[in-house]
């Protein structure tokens, strides 16, 4: 069993930035692919980013694109999210889940399907 938790979530002002850290408690996130997902109030949960477990592939939402980041350390312990240029529309709940090895394509990596293990998410709040 893997237990995620995301950590780094906050209230920010529109155009400031947060960076959300995924980690896996007592073990490590190697051969891991790793996706970040967000719900906000009233609706669906979407698909923001991912990166694949070797850590050669990331893909993005286009409302994320160029914006945000999705990134893991040397040591595969954490997968990080960098979040630049906020707007009020990305106030969500995050969250990220994990998938041994994963799968192949952003077609694959968007699904949630596709996750077996879940966080608990953390909230990111972007104000006007």
């Known amino acids: 069993q893997v237990q995620l938790v995301e950590s780094g979530g906050g209230l920010v002002q529109a155009g400031g930035s947060l960076r959300l850290s995924c980690a896996a408690s007592?073990?490590?996130?190697?051969?891991?692919?790793v996706g970040w997902f967000r719900q906000a109030p009233g609706k669906g949960r979407e698909f923001v980013a991912a990166?694949?477990?070797?850590?050669?592939?990331?893909y993005y939402s286009d409302s994320v694109k160029d914006r945000f980041t999705v990134s893991r350390d040397n040591a595969k312990i954490t997968v990080y999210l960098q979040m630049n240029s906020l707007k009020p529309e990305d106030t969500a709940v995050y969250f990220c889940a994990a998938d041994l090895f994963g799968c192949s394509g952003y077609e694959c990596h968007s699904q949630e399907t596709v996750y077996d293990y879940w966080g608990q998410g953390t909230q990111v709040t972007v104000s006007s």
């Open positions: 990166i694949s477990w070797s850590g050669g592939s990331t």
């Open positions: 007592g073990r490590t996130l190697s051969y891991y692919a």
